[in-house]
């Protein structure tokens, strides 16, 4: 049965080993040794979305796997013009071993994930982005050593792909999670539910003052996702006061992590000063996307 990767529940038995995976591959290409797990493989990458990251770290994984990568965005393919997902995702899985998606809705992944052959991997969408989590995760693993018994604080809009993730995330690695978010970006009441399942503590507050205490891990994402552009004006008055500043960070562990998936706006989620600062590992975050994925793949085609 092929697998496909769209919501960090997806990976909920096998995440420490894809992370693991992810951090054997990183460590031989380091040392200069050949990974071609993929080798005469093609992965169809179809973009609704703007993205540096994404399209960057799967062109250049897949070549480091041996495979080779396509890059469609969505305005110079038929489906642009008009042709279903389902014909889309047929006629992909006939030349392709693997198709990555970034999606402007969920309900879009899941038609292409349901009538493709072949394994299908959330670029991100409106409701997941799990490759992010996943290396965010790693990136964790990285610097910590350890996940399970981490306490994670992410600040800012608690209703987009990001919040929902890490949510599932925290759950399935063990990590407690706070959600710090104005009450009318709290998070869709689902993933807050199927993290508890997994026995984390999760706490969803609007209260900025002593979020950060304790924190092992403070994370935040744009106040405006791709997507949200019309409501700009008023997320960016609504957000007032939910930056991550200094003075947050000093709440924290001292050996506390900062993170963001990028692309930053500093002034508004975040200060140049934290995103830059010594506690933040942003463009480890950022490299990592490209090992963690690698990871993803070559487990999501084990199942081929
Ligand atoms: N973090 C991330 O997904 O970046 P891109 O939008 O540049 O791909
Ligand atoms: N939440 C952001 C993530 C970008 C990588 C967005 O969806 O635009």
Known sequence: MKRDLISMLDVKDDLENIIDLSIQLKKKNKQDEKTHLLAGRTLGMIFEKSSTRTRV????????????????????????????????????????????????????????????????????????????VITDLMTIKEHKKSLKGLRFVYIGDGRNNMSHSYLLGCGIAGMDCVIVSPKKYWPDPYYVDEAKKFGIQVTVTDSVVESTKDADVIATDTWVSMGDEAQKEQRLKEFKGFTVTEDMMKKAHPDALFLHCLPAYYGYEVTKEVAHGPQSVIFDEAENRMWAQMGIMVTMMESM
């Open 57 to 132: 770290s799967f062109e250049v994984g897949m070549e480091k796997l041996g495979g080779h990568a396509l890059f469609l965005s969505k305005n110079d393919i038929q489906m642009g013009r008009g042709e279903t997902i389902e014909d889309t995702a047929l006629v992909l899985s006939r030349y392709v071993d693997l198709i990555m998606y970034r999606a402007m809705s969920n309900k879009a992944m899941n038609e292409l994930a349901r009538f493709a052959t072949v394994p299908v991997i959330s670029g991100l969408d409106d409701k997941e982005h799990p490759c992010q």
